[in-house]
């Protein structure tokens, strides 16, 4: 099956910096993928849809300034936490949608665990 | 806007007991349905979908759902549960119109007791 993969795992961060994490579509190209933020115990939150070669989709109330996402590839979208804060830390987990598997299945990575200290 | 409603935020089943997760769509024309299974600080994991033709989706590792257009549903079930199942599950649905987003419902936790 298709797989997308996460990078980094795992980052801790102090407050004002800024941090950068990779979702790649292993074995398909993904012209689609999807950023979700997911709090403890809670649901995930799509934050933004990535389109490669053009600029991302925003869902209402998500600082596209803050949050700013790069599909440069048909592979790679980049997630970038600019200015980070305590409150921004959470799971952040990426998703591909395979043209060819159809029916708007999307495939997820591991996640990334952010820790804003 | 499509929502989900997943009844119960936390189940608990004895082992080799049914397992029942409820999921409840709001729309008038059927979605897409998915039920996708977390497990601590991991990605998710598709169990298993509805798009179209038989109601009842058979999934992996023992898992089924039952696609009830009347009742709006998609429950997730699995005749005998394994610690294993332990984990989160989280339905889902896609409009059928082509917007590729997935709208998640809150989660159920399943706990397997002894």
């Known amino acids: 099956g298709a797989v997308v993969s996460q990078h980094p795992s795992r980052v801790i961060c102090k407050s004002g910096t800024s941090v950068k994490i990779e979702c790649r579509s292993l074995d398909f190209q993904a012209t689609t993928m999807f950023w979700y933020r997911q709090f403890p115990k809670q649901s995930l939150m799509l934050m933004a849809t990535?389109?490669?070669?053009?600029?991302?989709?925003?869902e209402q109330g998500v600082e596209k300034d803050k949050f700013l996402i790069n599909h440069a590839s048909l592979t790679l979208s980049t997630l970038t936490v600019t200015s980070a804060h305590p409150e921004d830390s959470s799971f952040y987990i990426c998703?591909?949608?395979?043209?060819?598997?159809?029916?708007?299945?999307?495939?997820f990575g591991p996640g990334t665990r952010l820790t804003v200290l | 806007a499509q929502s989900v409603t997943q009844l119960g935020s936390h189940v608990s089943v004895s082992e080799g007991a049914l397992v029942l997760l409820r999921c409840n769509y709001s729309?008038?024309?059927?979605?897409?349905l998915f039920w996708y299974v977390q497990y601590p600080n991991q990605g998710l994991q598709l169990l298993l979908k509805y798009t179209t033709g038989a109601t009842l989706v058979k999934g992996i590792n023992g898992f089924e759902a039952e696609f009830k257009k009347s009742e709006t549903s998609f429950h997730l079930t699995k005749p005998s549960a394994h610690m294993s199942d332990a984990a989160e599950y989280f339905c889902?649905?896609?409009?059928?119109?082509?917007?590729?987003?997935?709208?998640f419902g809150k989660g159920t936790r399943l706990h397997i007791l002894p």
């Open positions: 889902a649905v896609s409009d059928r119109s082509g917007d590729d987003k997935i709208i």
């Open positions: 729309s008038s024309v059927p979605p897409y």
């Open positions: 990535s389109n490669e070669g053009s600029k991302a989709t925003y």
């Open positions: 998703s591909a949608r395979d043209p060819l598997a159809g029916f708007n299945e999307q495939f």
